[in-house]
């Protein structure tokens, strides 16, 4: 049997498989994915002789597990700073003071604006949970335009998080393409360029442009329906919490993970901020920065509402038991992910492609491109791409970050059921499996081919070489 025919059965059936479940038999889409797991396993276990038949349900638990030590708290932790967040009105109080600088028409350049420089500190998954509230009370107040908003949100942090360092996947491309001169500043400053115009086009223009064709209602989610952001959006400004308060449990989960990346990409260079390490290790995790900001956010919730404290505790209760099935959801995506990269789909595909005789950056965005589909981890496709990459260096006419833009363009592209990222966008937005598909999903592969032609151009005019 050729080397490569298990991986690409593995990824056929398991496009097929899932696909039939989630869309055409509509299960619920946590028993849909963990049965998706099993069977790519269960092919992997036939084809690959290394992999052993009576693991498979073992595998796919530990994924599970795996994903969930990843994912679970924050989670749960951006539920209830959702919660609270829409209830006290904090929320609502940070989309009214949007709304004073832009127009009603321009609100999505507020909401793009924020995620992206939220995007370079912090992880794109933990920038959602602290937009999502944002946006879904920006629909509530304006009455209209989620397609947009959802849209924005996620082609500014995903842009941001896919090119500019001190973000794990640039910055780990660009130590990998290090032929000796680091590559960390002039990658900064072409992820700025590559990040906004791409964003731009595939946040905003594109947000615009999809926001035409499908409204999308407010629907229950982490706890909240649509009602509670209605109501919250008619209160007088007075009866809402003071900006700084609103913007707190923002405010420090991002100072946190800032804290703990910006240590973590310096100490090196500066030896005296390795005494630090220990503490912004520890503050800039995100399961204790959201569980902090999630406990500033719902002592406003306390204070502002004039009930029990039990029935305090009964709401947060309930936030809880809703980010439960969302945590679960996203981590049997990535079970069924990683099931798929188990079959060694990724390097079949690096290998085949490795040879191509096109240019290097459009050579390196394709295999980053497909590893991704493939296997649903962009940053995986990123690392897996830059090591691949890595030995072609010396060839390149232009400045080796373009081949980190190019890495960093491939690995986005295309977010579906795979990849976790879609159904925490899915799930936490309120969205159906088609919504997502047609806003994040969309906006993720004109990203990539947007971002992709930006670097042809820059590297075209100033190759920097």
């Known amino acids: 049997m050729p080397a490569a025919l298990p991986a690409l059965t593995a990824l056929a059936v398991g496009v097929i498989v899932v696909v039939l479940l989630l869309v055409v038999l509509d299960l619920p889409a946590f028993v849909g994915l963990v049965i998706s797991a099993f069977t790519v396993g269960l092919v992997n276990a036939a084809l690959v002789s ?6 498979i349900p073992g595998d796919v638990a530990t994924a599970f597990g795996n994903n969930m030590a990843g994912i679970g708290i924050p989670i749960l932790m951006a ?48 920038v959602f949970y602290l937009m999502a509230p944002l946006a879904r009370s920006m629909r509530a107040r304006i009455g209209d335009n989620y397609a947009l908003y959802i849209a924005v949100v996620g082609g500014g942090g995903t842009a ?37 115009p791409a964003a731009l086009i595939a946040g905003v223009a594109y947000g615009r442009f999809i926001n035409a064709r499908v409204d999308i209602p407010l629907r229950e989610s982490m706890g909240t329906t649509a009602e509670d952001l209605e109501s919250q959006a008619e209160k007088p400004i007075e009866s809402l919490p003071g900006l700084f308060e609103s913007l707190l449990p923002i405010i420090v989960a ?23 390490d ?29 009930f029990p ?45 490795s040879g191509i005789g096109i240019g290097l950056l459009i050579t390196a965005w394709l295999i980053a491109a497909i590893v991704r589909i493939a296997q649903g981890s962009a940053t995986v496709a990123m690392i897996t791409t830059g090591g691949i990459m890595a030995p072609l260096v010396p060839e390149l006419a232009v400045h080796p970050a373009y081949l980190v833009m190019a890495i960093g363009a491939g690995g986005i592209t295309t977010s579906w ?15 159906t499996q088609a919504e997502t598909l047609k ?27």
């Open 254 to 276: 991002v100072a946190f993970i800032a804290a703990g990346t910006a240590v973590d990409t310096f100490a090196g260079s500066y030896p005296a901020l390795e005494a630090l």
């Open 160 to 196: 941001a998080h896919a090119f500019i360092p001190p973000t794990p996947g640039p910055l780990a491309v660009a130590q990998e393409l290090s032929t000796g001169q680091s590559l960390l500043g002039m990658t900064i400053v072409l992820g700025l360029a590559t990040a906004i």
């Open 278 to 306: 220990p503490l912004t290790n520890f503050v800039g995790d995100a399961n204790f920065a959201l569980t902090v900001a999630a406990m500033i956010a719902a002592i406003t919730y306390l204070r502002l509402d004039d």
């Open 417 to 431: 059921y795979n990849d976790s990222g879609f159904w925490i966008v899915k799930e936490i937005g309120g969205l």
């Open 309 to 353: 404290r039990q029935v305090w505790q009964d709401e947060l209760t309930e936030a809880l038991q809703n980010g439960g099935n969302i945590a679960a959801i996203t981590a049997a995506g990535g079970a069924f992910g990683a099931m798929l990269a188990a079959s060694g789909i990724g390097m079949v595909i690096a290998n085949a492609l």
């Open 79 to 126: 539920a209830i700073i959702g919660k609270s967040m829409t209830e006290s009105g904090a929320a609502n109080r940070v989309v009214r003071s949007f709304q004073s600088v832009v127009s009603d028409d321009n609100a999505d350049f507020a909401l793009w604006g924020s995620s992206t420089v939220l995007a370079i500190p912090v992880f794109f998954d933990n």
């Open 439 to 465: 806003t994040w999903t969309a906006v993720t592969a004109i990203l990539s081919v947007a971002a992709l032609a930006i670097v042809l151009v820059y590297s075209t005019l100033f190759p920097l070489a």
């Open 50 to 55: 290394d992999i052993a038949f009576g693991a």
